[in-house]
Structure formats: C-alpha cells, structure tokens
C-alpha cells in the first residue's frame, strides 16, 4: 500500500501522540511547528512553551553556532545525511541540566516539493551515554593499573 493511500485512512497526529519517541517539527527558519508528548516528556518543556520557539530551546549554547550552519546548509541544499545516520548531540532539559539525544531527520516538502521543514524524531539517549563514560572511565583505569609498574 502507498503512503499516499495510507495517509487517506490514518491519523498521523494520532501516530505523533503515541510514540514514545519524541517528534519534533520545525519550519526553514527552525521555529518550532510540532511538538509531541513524548518531546515534553524528554525535554521537559510544554507543547504552549516549545511551540514558536526556535531550535535553541533544547541546544546547548556553545552548539548553537555549529547546529545553525548545519541547518542552514540543509535547508539550502535539501540534503542530509541524518535521515539513515543516527546523530548524537548534547542537548538541554527546561531545568537546565544536560541530556544526550539521538534522533534521525527528515525533510518535509510542500505539495510543490519546496522544502516546508524538517522533522526529527528523538529518543533520550543520556543513559546510555552515561554508562559508556563510565565504562570509559574504567576500561582506561584498568589499562592504567597494567602499564603501571609493579
């Protein structure tokens, strides 16, 4: 079945509310346009506080200048490498303490194929981030006790 025929007989922003992914939507300039449950959930912030708001909202700012060149290098060219590519960042809860994400994008078009967004669809990957630094942390303890002489 097409997807065409498909989005005749679902109800997408129904599919949005029940990941447990968060999907965030955001226009050329990068304002926010969607934001799921499972966004507030990871990130903290309401649907009413995100909505309007830029991408800065959840960007750490000493990414910011990196994540807005990357943006803008997509919109303009209408290619990224992130849609089968897992990118991992830093980002920001609303309490202000750090979060590690991971999300893949996608690129929305109009119905003239004109670039309207882009989607992201993120999980909260800051478990796993920690428990690979701590393992990090001990696999170049143990090299340390084996290079030490004895």
């Known amino acids: 079945m097409s997807v065409d025929a498909l989005s005749r007989d679902i109800d997408f922003a129904a ?3 029940a990941s447990g ?12 346009t969607v934001w799921s449950p499972a966004a507030e959930r990871i990130f903290g912030f309401s ?10 909202l959840i960007t750490p700012e000493r990414h910011r200048r990196r994540h807005w060149q990357g943006y803008a290098e997509t919109m303009r060219t209408g290619v990224t490498r992130y849609g089968a590519e897992v990118l991992r960042v830093p980002a920001l809860h609303k309490e202000g303490r750090p979060l ?4 893949t994008v996608g690129l929305v078009r109009d119905g003239a ?3 309207s967004g882009i989607v992201a669809v993120i999980r909260d990957d800051t ?3 920690d428990e690979d630094r701590r393992l990090r942390r001990r696999l170049a303890e143990l090299e340390a006790e084996v290079a030490a002489p004895a």
Do not use: C, H, K
């Not at 992914?21 to 926010?32: E, K």
């Not at 506080?49 to 991408?55: H, P, S």
């Open 21 to 32: 992914d968060a999907v965030v939507v955001s226009d050329p300039d990068g304002t926010i």
């Open 113 to 115: 194929g004109a670039i």
């Open 100 to 103: 590690s994400i991971a999300f």
């Open 127 to 129: 478990a796993r981030w």
């Open 15 to 17: 599919i949005v509310a």
């Open 47 to 56: 649907e009413a506080e995100a909505l309007g708001q830029t991408l800065d």
